[in-house]
């Protein structure tokens, strides 16, 4: 069972930066395509970004050239830097590891609002 533990969130004004991490309990990286997923209130979940087991990454419109996800192998974590924020990017953000072979495993979120 993999365990996953966001930080980073918070609250930042409009155009502000932050940096969310998410921990896993074990070698992910060669096994599992990595992402990170959002919620505002009365949305649906939405996939943000993501990054492969092979390091191919991939972004939602609405953050591309904003947001960028990476890893580092040794600590086991998955980063999401954010610039430029909008208030639009109000939400929770998960992180989410999925096992080629299936398994899916969830984070339990860290909020991030953006407001003046």
């Known amino acids: 069972q993999v365990q996953l533990v966001e930080s980073g969130g918070g609250l930042v004004q409009p155009g502000g930066s932050l940096r969310l991490s998410c921990a896993a309990s074990?070698?992910?990286?060669?096994?599992?395509?990595m992402h990170w997923h959002r919620q505002a209130p009365g949305n649906q979940r939405e996939l943000v970004a993501s990054?492969?087991?092979?390091?191919?990454?991939r972004y939602v419109d609405s953050v591309k050239g904003r947001f960028t996800i990476s890893r580092d192998s040794v600590k086991n974590t998955v980063f999401l830097q954010m610039s430029s924020l909008k208030p639009e990017d109000t939400a929770v953000y998960y992180c989410?590891?999925?096992?080629?072979?299936?398994?899916?495993?969830w984070g339990q979120g860290t909020q991030v609002t953006v407001s003046s």
């Open positions: 989410n590891a999925v096992h080629f072979l299936g398994q899916d495993y």
């Open positions: 074990e070698s992910i990286f060669g096994s599992f395509d």
């Open positions: 990054i492969t087991s092979g390091g191919l990454t």
